[in-house]
């Protein structure tokens, strides 16, 4: 069934909220922002915003939920069926450091949340959802590269996660003090190429043991 004109409007008019509020709450955090001025980015009324938006709490996790899909979303627009483990998490490495390059507000929104020691966050069971995902997509690859020999046994892969998205976070969220410290541009591309291979090699020595090609080495024999 075609979608309706008024629904399409609707629709519509939640996108444009939502956009504004981002911007507004990425500039000034969840206290700074102001629903006036998010109406007006919108250029939406103050009863239509609440209409659809119950208030600026619901708004704000509404917002956070948005953050989260696209990550995810853009995690799984890889296609990783099919690929050899190795590839797999290759890609997914390298799409989780490209989506914080790509949507900085990413990292801004979920710095704020951190600020509220992710008090807003706990509200949304969609944003757990979306980890549950993440998790069993992680077990299908870390099994598979486990079964063929390629990775090693007992990876928990909520840690592997934390630090994989952690190689990229902090880089880039702490891009100005580190490329003034380092007298090096962070966010210049042949460094955003030389940090993507980095965190690359990082997770796939520590998955293989640091073998080549991804093969894990057999233990030595004991000692006579």
């Not at 969840?30 to 980015?41: K, L, Q, S």
């Not at 998490?89 to 989506?99: A, G, K």
């Not at 976070?169 to 380092?182: C, E, P, Q």
Request: glycine letters at 6%; charged letters at 25%; a positive charge.
């Amino acid at each position: 069934m075609a979608t309706t004109p008024r629904k399409r409007d609707s629709i519509g008019t939640q996108d444009r909220i939502l956009a504004a509020a981002q911007a507004e709450f990425a500039r000034r955090g969840y206290d700074g922002a102001r629903v006036d001025a998010i109406t007006a980015r919108a250029k939406v009324s103050k009863n239509l915003l609440y209409h659809h938006f119950g208030s600026k709490e619901d708004l704000y996790i509404r917002v956070l939920e948005r953050t989260y899909e696209t990550l995810r979303r853009r995690q799984g627009d890889v296609p990783l069926a099919g690929l050899d483990p190795v590839e797999a998490m290759r890609r997914l490495c390298e799409s989780t450091f490209q989506v914080f390059i790509d949507e900085p507000d990413v990292i801004v929104m979920l710095n704020t949340e951190n600020l509220h020691r992710g008090r807003h966050l706990a509200k949304s069971p969609i944003i757990r959802a979306l980890y549950n995902r993440l998790s069993d997509t992680l077990r299908t690859i870390l099994d598979e590269g486990e079964k063929t020999g390629v990775f090693r046994s007992g990876i928990d892969p909520a840690e592997l996660y934390i630090s994989m998205s952690g190689l990229g976070y902090f880089y880039l969220s702490n891009r100005f003090t580190l490329s003034m410290l380092f007298e090096r541009d962070l966010k210049a591309p042949e460094n955003l190429a030389r940090r993507r291979a980095h965190i690359v090699d990082m997770v796939l020595s520590y998955l293989t043991n640091g073998s080549p090609m991804g093969v894990i080495a057999p233990s030595p024999p004991p000692a006579p």
